[in-house]
């Protein structure tokens, strides 16, 4: 497709349980980020991948977040032993990076809502 | 359904009105900064953005101004339409690329 898509649009799960979200990224976009989003608020940074790493991780609350982009165009968020504050959208953004220049325009996917009971 | 309207700052205007949703930003590092939209329900879409060499930029029915003594942005958008009603976010970056949020104002337009 055109633009950045996200699996599951919605997803239910109870405390406790291991969640993955998915983010397919505009084809030939280098830049990838996750942030999470909760109700009321602005998205929150969590994660940003330059091709298949992690160039930061800053934002992710704790160890129970992890996200991979293994061949550097999907990405996973995986959250572990999730918790009811882990309630949000999670949104996901592709944006095409030159070097030395800001990341620019940002390509937002409609989000993944996460609930967790 | 629920919105990420709710508890926000609210702008309500009339159809044909000018809008100027404000924003203040605390990073003075910050040296590039985005305006995005977001309507109910989806992510937030690029509008314009502006860099920190700039006082002012225009696009269509917006215009973004940068006040760097304050650290304060603002968005005007010309003879406001139904559908510009959305939360609308500033964000700033500096060196690290990575786009930092504003908590939004919600734009409400009244045919």
């Known amino acids: 497709g055109a633009g950045v898509s996200q699996t599951p649009s919605n997803k239910v799960t109870e405390k406790g349980k291991y969640v993955e979200l998915r983010c397919d990224p505009i084809s030939g976009h280098t830049a990838l980020y996750w942030y999470r989003q909760s109700l009321g608020q602005g998205p929150e940074f969590l994660i940003y991948?330059?091709?298949?790493?992690?160039?930061?991780d800053s934002g992710l609350p704790n160890d129970r977040f992890f996200a991979v982009r293994p061949e550097g165009s999907v990405s996973t968020l995986k959250i572990q032993r999730t918790e009811r504050g882990d309630s949000a959208v999670y949104l996901c953004?592709?944006?095409?990076?030159?070097?030395?220049?800001?990341?620019?325009?940002?390509?937002f996917g409609e989000g993944s809502r996460l609930t967790v009971l | 359904g629920e919105s990420v309207g709710l508890h926000l700052p609210t702008l309500s205007v009339q159809e044909g009105d000018n809008s100027i949703i404000n924003c203040a930003y605390s990073n003075s590092a910050s040296d590039y900064f985005i305006w995005y939209k977001q309507e109910s329900g989806k992510g937030p879409q690029f509008i314009i953005d502006?860099?920190?060499?700039?006082d002012k930029r225009q696009g269509q029915r917006v215009t973004v101004l940068l006040n760097k003594t304050v650290k304060h942005l603002s968005l005007q958008i010309a003879a406001t339409q139904p559908g510009d009603s959305a939360v609308y976010f500033c964000?700033?970056?500096?060196?690290?690329?990575?786009?930092?949020f504003g908590r939004g104002t919600s734009l409400i337009v009244h045919p």
């Open positions: 991948f330059q091709g298949t790493g992690a160039a930061d």
């Open positions: 502006i860099r920190s060499n700039m």
């Open positions: 953004a592709s944006s095409l990076w030159l070097a030395g220049i800001e990341a620019g325009e940002l390509f």
């Open positions: 964000a700033e970056s500096g060196g690290s690329y990575i786009p930092t």
